[in-house]
């Protein structure tokens, strides 16, 4: 615990760091531009990428020739030229209103996504909607790319388990997803649990894993996601109850936990007293309490003391701790820089997760391309 009294200055001076650091680095990458458009590394990722790809319908023809910002689908910074955000949904609409709202799945992208996008160290916007992966996994490297924001694999056709958003990958490196902003995984084939981690996600506005078959209890941390402002857990498996944690989402306006298996009492308090919504509900277990016409009885188990008897006590109490003092801090840091709370996370893993804090080296070696500032 003695830890946490120093996460003021150290979280101080890692902040310096960073931005000392990115300033030189920023520079750096400026002078290697060509010609004022696509810069030649990118331009090689893309063509990597491309190549990885089944394009039955041609869809990337236009990816040839020098020009890579040019491309269908690709968009530079206009002041870098880094390619900033790639658009590969499948928005060929089909003719048939039976498919509707479904593009026409000739037109999917298939095969596999190359590992070359890492180059694109810039990206902050990736939309492969619609497109057709046959249920392989979210590839892991693409929580490698630290400026994204928005990730969009709606019906995909990816499957798997969703992936901790902090691991090591098999090269060492540490793989998070902390700065999303929103993250659209609906219409897949995604088992497993939803990982606790996911409550690291603290940026988050719009969550969507609706549409998948996940299953297991809906993270307690999920009251962690402070920004949240929609959140879509429909059809799916989930089971257990809702945790009392969903009621510290004061910004939530959208919230649909319809088509689970999901009992107990629906947690009440602040914001969702105003989600008087009986459909966000519907088609669930033995869900009670507002604003489901269904009164509690006294038999029924809290959705608090139910969270509570599935988790590691221990684990649970150095968590309430930790996330004190880094709610404390949190105010502190406001007074003194502008979304600097990111970095508070940094500090909240570090204690945490001992595997994080084997990874501390990790994040200072590469700290340039995270958004902080
Ligand atoms: C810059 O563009 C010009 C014409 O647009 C071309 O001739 C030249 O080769 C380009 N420079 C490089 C380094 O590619
Ligand atoms: C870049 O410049 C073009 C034309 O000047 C403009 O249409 C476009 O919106 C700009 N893009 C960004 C991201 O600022
Ligand atoms: C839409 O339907 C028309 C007439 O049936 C056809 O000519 C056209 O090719 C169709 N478009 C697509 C994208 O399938
Ligand atoms: C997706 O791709 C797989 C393998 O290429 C194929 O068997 C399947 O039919 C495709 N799905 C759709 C909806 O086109
Ligand atoms: C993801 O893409 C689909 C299809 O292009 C779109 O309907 C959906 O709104 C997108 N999700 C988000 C969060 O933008
Ligand atoms: C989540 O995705 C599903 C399927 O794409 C869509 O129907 C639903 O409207 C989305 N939810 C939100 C809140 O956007
Ligand atoms: C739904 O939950 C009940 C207990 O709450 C359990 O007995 C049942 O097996 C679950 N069904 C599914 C499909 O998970
Ligand atoms: C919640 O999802 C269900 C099932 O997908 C849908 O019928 C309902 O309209 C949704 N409610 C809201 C408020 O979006």
């Given at each position: 615990?003695?830890?946490?009294?120093?996460?003021?200055?150290?979280?101080?001076?890692?902040?310096?760091?960073?931005?000392?650091?990115?300033?030189?680095?920023?520079?750096?990458?400026?002078?290697?531009?060509?010609?004022?458009?696509?810069?030649?590394?990118?331009?090689?990722?893309?063509?990597?990428?491309?190549?990885?790809?089944?394009?039955?319908?041609?869809?990337?023809?236009?990816?040839?020739?020098?020009?890579?910002?040019?491309?269908?689908?690709?968009?530079?910074?206009?002041?870098?030229?880094?390619?900033?955000?790639?658009?590969?949904?499948?928005?060929?609409?089909?003719?048939?209103?039976?498919?509707?709202?479904?593009?026409?799945?000739?037109?999917?992208?298939?095969?596999?996504?190359?590992?070359?996008?890492?180059?694109?160290?810039?990206?902050?916007?990736?939309?492969?909607?619609?497109?057709?992966?046959?249920?392989?996994?979210?590839?892991?490297?693409?929580?490698?790319?630290?400026?994204?924001?928005?990730?969009?694999?709606?019906?995909?056709?990816?499957?798997?388990?969703?992936?901790?958003?902090?691991?090591?990958?098999?090269?060492?490196?540490?793989?998070?997803?902390?700065?999303?902003?929103?993250?659209?995984?609906?219409?897949?084939?995604?088992?497993?649990n939803i990982p606790e981690e996911i409550g690291?996600?603290?940026?988050?506005?719009?969550?969507?894993?609706?549409?998948?078959?996940?299953?297991g209890f809906i993270p307690r941390s999920i009251g962690n996601l402070?920004?949240?402002?929609?959140?879509?857990?429909?059809?799916?498996?989930l089971s257990g109850s809702i945790p009392s944690s969903l009621a510290d989402l004061?910004?939530?306006?959208?919230?649909?936990?319809?088509?689970?298996?999901l009992s107990g009492r629906i947690p009440s308090g602040?914001?969702l007293?105003?989600?008087?919504?009986?459909?966000?509900?519907?088609?669930?277990?033995d869900l009670c309490g507002?604003?489901?016409?269904?009164?509690c009885?006294g038999s029924k188990i809290t959705s608090q003391s139910f969270v509570f008897e599935n988790k590691n006590s221990h684990e649970f109490y150095v968590g309430a701790i930790i996330g004190f003092?880094?709610?404390?801090?949190?105010?502190?840091?406001?007074?003194?820089?502008?979304?600097?709370?990111?970095?508070?996370?940094?500090?909240?893993?570090?204690?945490m997760?001992?595997?994080?804090?084997?990874?501390?080296?990790?994040?200072?070696?590469?700290?340039?391309?995270?958004?902080?500032?």
């Amino acid at each position: 615990m003695t830890k946490i009294k120093n996460i003021p200055s150290a979280l101080f001076s890692f902040w310096v760091l960073l931005l000392t650091q990115a300033s030189t680095l920023a520079t750096n990458e400026e002078n290697t531009r060509v010609n004022n458009s696509c810069l030649p590394g990118e331009r090689a990722a893309l063509l990597t990428l491309k190549a990885g790809f089944v394009d039955p319908k041609h869809r990337l023809s236009s990816w040839e020739g020098y020009d890579c910002c040019s491309w269908s689908g690709v968009t530079c910074s206009n002041g870098t030229g880094h390619v900033v955000k790639l658009d590969l949904s499948n928005t060929y609409m089909t003719n048939d209103s039976k498919l509707y709202p479904f593009p026409d799945f000739r037109y999917a992208l298939g095969g596999e996504i190359r590992s070359s996008l890492l180059s694109l160290r810039y990206l902050n916007y990736l939309d492969l909607s619609y497109n057709n992966f046959s249920y392989a996994k979210i590839p892991h490297f693409i929580g490698s790319l630290e400026e994204l924001w928005y990730l969009n694999l709606s019906y995909s056709y990816i499957g798997g388990r969703m992936p901790p958003q902090l691991e090591v990958d098999t090269k060492g490196e540490l793989i998070d997803f902390l700065d999303f902003i929103s993250f659209d995984l609906s219409g897949n084939n995604l088992v497993g649990n939803i990982p606790e981690e996911i409550g690291a996600l603290d940026g988050l506005i719009n969550l969507n894993l609706s549409r998948n078959k996940l299953s297991g209890f809906i993270p307690r941390s999920i009251g962690n996601l402070r920004s949240l402002e929609s959140l879509d857990f429909s059809n799916n498996e989930l089971s257990g109850s809702i945790p009392s944690s969903l009621a510290d989402l004061t910004f939530l306006s959208h919230l649909n936990m319809s088509y689970n298996n999901l009992s107990g009492r629906i947690p009440s308090g602040r914001q969702l007293q105003t989600l008087n919504d009986q459909s966000i509900y519907e088609g669930n277990n033995d869900l009670c309490g507002f604003p489901l016409p269904i009164e509690c009885s006294g038999s029924k188990i809290t959705s608090q003391s139910f969270v509570f008897e599935n988790k590691n006590s221990h684990e649970f109490y150095v968590g309430a701790i930790i996330g004190f003092a880094v709610g404390a801090w949190m105010v502190y840091a406001a007074l003194l820089f502008n979304k600097s709370w990111r970095v508070a996370y940094f500090v909240f893993f570090d204690n945490m997760y001992d595997r994080l804090y084997q990874n501390y080296a990790e994040i200072k070696k590469k700290p340039v391309t995270r958004k902080m500032y």
